[in-house]
C-alpha cells in the first residue's frame, strides 16, 4: 500500500481491499453518520460492492487524488479517511475536500491537520487552481475544520440528499481556498 504522505499525527494510505472491515466499522457508528445520512449505516454490501472498488479505481486513475486511510504513524491505528478528488462533473483543476473520522478522534484536530496536509499536497502537486469543501450548515465543527484549514465560505445552496437528514432545511455551505490565497498565505 502506497502512503500519500504523513503529518505528525497522520499518514495517508491508499485504501486496500482489506480495509473494508474499517470503513464498516466507521460507517456503523451513527453519530459519525449523522451529518451524512441522518445516522443510518451504510450497508455492508454497498461498501464491499461500490466503495472500496471505487477508492481502488481512483488510485489507478491518478495518484494525486483519491480516497486515503488514514492512520497514525506509530501504530497504524485506523482513524478514518480523508479524500481530495474532483466532483463528478468539476474540472479536474477543483477537487473537493472530504474527511470523516472515529468519534475518539474528534475534537483533537486531526481532521484540521489533515486537511492542511491534502491542500498542501493539491496546490503543490498538482495544477489544482482552487479547493473545495462543504458541509450542511449547521455542522458547526466540520466549518471549524474548514475555516482552520485556511478556506473561506463562498457560498450557500441546498443540497438534495437521499435520506432527509435534521437540519438540512437549514441549507448547506461550500468553502474553497484558491491557489492564489495559498501561495499568498505562505509569502
Not at 20 to 43: E, Q, Y
Not at 134 to 144: F, K
Not at 148 to 166: C, N, Y
Request: proline share 6%; glycine share 8%.
Amino acid at each position: 500500500m502506497k502512503v500519500l504522505l504523513q503529518t505528525p499525527r497522520l499518514v495517508l494510505r491508499e485504501f486496500t481491499e482489506s480495509d473494508a472491515g474499517l470503513l464498516i466499522g466507521l460507517d456503523s457508528d451513527p453519530a459519525v453518520m449523522r451529518f451524512i445520512s441522518n445516522g443510518l449505516p451504510t450497508p455492508r454490501a454497498e461498501i464491499l460492492a461500490d466503495y472500496i472498488p471505487a477508492y481502488l479505481a481512483y488510485h489507478q486513475r491518478t495518484p494525486n487524488f483519491g480516497f486515503w486511510v488514514a492512520q497514525r504513524p506509530d501504530s497504524g491505528e485506523f482513524l478514518g479517511w480523508f479524500h481530495l478528488r474532483p466532483e463528478h462533473g468539476a474540472p479536474a483543476t477543483e477537487p473537493e475536500l472530504g474527511y470523516r473520522l472515529r468519534q475518539a478522534c474528534w475534537g483533537r484536530g486531526l481532521a484540521t491537520e489533515g486537511s492542511i496536509a491534502l491542500i498542501n499536497h493539491a496546490f503543490a502537486n498538482t495544477p489544482a487552481t482552487r479547493v473545495t469543501a462543504s458541509t450542511m450548515a449547521i455542522h458547526s465543527a466540520s466549518r471549524r475544520v474548514m475555516e482552520k484549514s485556511g478556506m473561506r465560505l463562498v457560498r450557500e445552496f441546498t443540497a438534495e440528499w437521499q435520506v432527509p437528514i435534521d437540519g438540512d432545511e437549514f441549507g448547506d455551505v461550500e468553502y474553497e481556498v484558491t491557489r492564489a490565497s495559498w501561495l499568498a498565505s505562505r509569502a
